[in-house]
Nanobody
Framework: QVQLVESGGGLVQAGGSLRLSCAVFGNIFSIPTMGWYRQAPGKQRELVASITNGGSTNYADSVKGRFTASRDNAKNLMYLQMNNLKPEDTAVYYC?????????????WGQGTQVTVSS
């Protein structure tokens, strides 16, 4: 069974930084795409950033220039460096991955990590 485990959330003041990590555990062939999503109270889950195994990235307009997604393919790790955080960045952040295993491809999700930005 493949699992995603996030870490690195917490409480930070506006203007501060946090780095989230996502580790993939299990027997996999490849991870073509990974992404970070977030969901604030009363709002729909939204894509924050995505990154392919080739390093191509895509960001939500609200985080461009402040957040950076990166991957360590050899270790099956993904990171989200979040700088100049704003109160509106407060949300539960989820790691997601499209994986390929011996039984085929699927989309899996982590359990989420809380990020709270105080003003």
């Amino acid at each position: 069974q493949v699992q995603l485990v996030e870490s690195g959330g917490g409480l930070v003041q506006a203007g501060g930084s946090l780095r989230l990590s996502c580790a993939v555990f299990g027997n996999i062939f490849s991870i073509p795409t990974m992404g970070w999503y977030r969901q604030a109270p009363g709002k729909q889950r939204e894509l924050v950033a995505s990154i392919t195994n080739g390093g191509s990235t895509n960001y939500a307009d609200s985080v461009k220039g402040r957040f950076t997604a990166s991957r360590d393919n050899a270790k099956n790790l993904m990171y989200l460096q979040m700088n100049n955080l704003k109160p509106e960045d407060t949300a539960v952040y989820y790691c997601a991955a499209t994986i390929v295993t011996k039984v085929g491809g699927e989309r899996i999700w982590g359990q989420g990590t809380q990020v709270t930005v105080s003003s």
